[in-house]
């Protein structure tokens, strides 16, 4: 393949092979850009649904204060994933 590319093209192997290096490290970006995304979304989600437990569930178990307390610091990590 490497001669046909070289043949063909003028390609040598340096050259094909850091292009197959730099595919795989951009491989590599792309994974790990989605496993943040999907880490992101399971903590946006978590949130969602405490939230709606301290209206609901842990209303009677929980104080107003410590309601409070969860609910700001809720808000900072909202804050922090939308702060570009």
Excluded at 55 to 62: A, E, K, M, Q, S
């Amino acid at each position: 393949v490497l001669n046909v590319l070289e043949q063909t093209y003028g390609l040598n192997k340096n050259i094909v092979d850091n292009c197959i290096a730099l595919e795989k490290k951009l491989e590599e970006d792309d994974n790990y850009l989605i496993q943040v995304h999907n880490k992101r979304n399971d903590v946006e989600q978590f949130i969602y649904n405490t939230r709606a437990k301290l209206d609901g569930d842990l209303n009677n178990h929980i104080t107003p204060d410590e309601k409070n307390v969860l609910e700001k610091e809720m808000a900072l990590v909202e804050e922090w994933f939308y702060s570009g």
